[in-house]
């Protein structure tokens, strides 16, 4: 007997995506946005988006488990990483003294990652309300080459960083939900 999912996707045009071309809310036909900061932006979007999609119908339990020990890291834990990392970005721009750490200690936003549907919720609503208020405090300063905060982040710096930073977790978003169901794609 085996325990791991068989592999499977929405998928019926594509059999190796996610979803069907015609049902990706990411794809747009056309040309691409003019602009590096369009080009920027329309990415980030786009990868958190892909995250939600690699969330989207799990449970409290499904969303927490955990990938291979001794990793903490479970689909949940990135959504709070992502909210946390945020919060962070915000203090790399500002000249403040830093936001507290949204999930207090080192690590805490994987380790209290538990199958809990209260703290799914709540770590969703962090995510939201750490992106706009990143989104906000960046829009502020739309020439990329503005220099901010205590270390002088490029604006592009980290516009660039945020994308990278989501790609890489969407990725492991990608092993994640597959250990979970089995559910493959792009």
């Known amino acids: 007997m ?3 999912p068989a592999r499977w996707t929405r998928a019926t045009v594509y059999p190796d995506m996610w979803a069907d071309p015609a049902d990706d809310p990411r794809n ?16 980030l979007t786009d990868y958190r988006l892909t995250l939600r999609m690699k969330c989207e119908g799990l449970d409290a339990e499904q969303l927490a ?25 915000r203090n790399w721009i500002s000249e403040d003294e830093p936001l507290p750490r949204l999930y207090g ?10 199958a809990d549907q209260a703290l799914v919720d ?12 990143t989104d906000a405090a960046l829009a502020e300063h739309p020439d990329l080459g503005t220099r901010l905060g205590k ?13 990278e930073e989501y790609a890489r977790h969407c990725g492991h978003a990608d092993l994640l939900r597959e250990c979970v169901d089995g559910r493959v794609g792009q």
């Open 65 to 89: 488990r955990r990938s291979v020990p001794p990793s903490t890291m479970s689909l949940l834990g990135l959504v709070r990483h992502l909210a946390m990392v945020e919060r962070d970005w």
């Open 105 to 114: 200690r080192r690590d805490a936003d994987f380790d209290g990652a538990v």
């Open 122 to 133: 709540a770590a969703y609503a962090d995510l939201e309300r750490e992106q706009a208020a």
């Open 151 to 163: 270390d002088r982040t490029s604006v592009r710096e980290l516009m660039v960083h945020r994308v």
């Open 2 to 4: 085996n325990d791991q």
């Open 28 to 43: 747009s036909e056309g040309t691409g946005p003019d602009g590096e900061l369009a080009t920027l932006q329309g990415f």
